[in-house]
């Protein structure tokens, strides 16, 4: 008797396509000299309308200027970052560029951010000011493939540039760093221009007061 062949029917094998979900992230440079509330509402506002993740606030090394730039030490403006960010859920700090040192290109820290974190978007933050100023940004056309331009619109500067730039309107504050440390060392008030806690560590410290 010929013994019969029994067919067992393949399995079905059920293929779970995984969706890679990609993270948009702002970025705020500089040399945060200090840290002031212009700075915050510019970081919130592009958050906010961009639906951003998180911002990053990076803190320069040495700035790239051609023009020698005389700032405080890095633990100062580190720590006066730490107090502006500390009760905003979205903001963080990338001590990147202190901790690599030297002058801060900011297409070296994009690439470096790119190599560890790929499923990242990056959007550099910057006010109008800054846009015009990037055909003289190191390596800027490279930079341009790696990151997305975010301008904040200010009063009398214009809005076009050889990059493409989001445009975003924020609340115009007319605050300095260098408006802030003139204020000290004059012994003016600079409350309601930076964060109180911000302030108290100025004054404790005693800085910029020479």
């Known amino acids: 008797m010929k013994q019969q062949k029994i067919l067992t029917p393949e399995p079905k094998v059920k293929l779970a396509t995984q969706t890679i979900r990609r993270h948009a ?44 730039k005389e700032t405080l030490a890095a633990k100062d403006r580190v720590a006066m970052l730490e107090l502006a960010i500390a ?19 900011t297409y070296d820290t994009i690439v470096e951010l790119k190599k560890r974190h790929p499923l990242n978007d990056y959007y550099l933050i910057l006010g109008a000011d800054m846009i015009d100023y ?28 050889a990059y493409p730039v989001i445009w975003v309107d924020a609340p115009e504050l007319a605050i300095s760093s260098t408006k802030i440390r003139h204020l000290v060392k004059n012994h003016c008030s600079i409350k309601y221009l930076v964060p109180d806690a911000v302030a108290r560590y100025i004054d404790e410290k005693g800085l910029y007061h020479d």
């Not at 056309?141 to 790696?146: F, G, R, V």
């Open 87 to 105: 009760d905003h859920p979205g903001f963080e700090l990338d001590l990147l560029e202190i901790v690599r040192g030297g002058k801060s290109y």
């Open 25 to 68: 992230v702002g970025i705020v440079g500089g040399t945060f000299n200090p840290i002031h509330l212009g700075h915050l509402v510019m970081a919130d506002q592009v958050m906010c309308q961009l639906k951003l993740e998180r911002v990053l606030f990076i803190p320069d090394a040495q700035p790239p200027h051609v023009d020698h």
């Open 134 to 161: 990037l055909k003289k940004w190191y390596r800027i056309d490279e930079l341009a493939k790696l990151v997305t331009f975010v301008g904040v619109k200010r009063p009398g500067y214009p809005t076009h540039s």
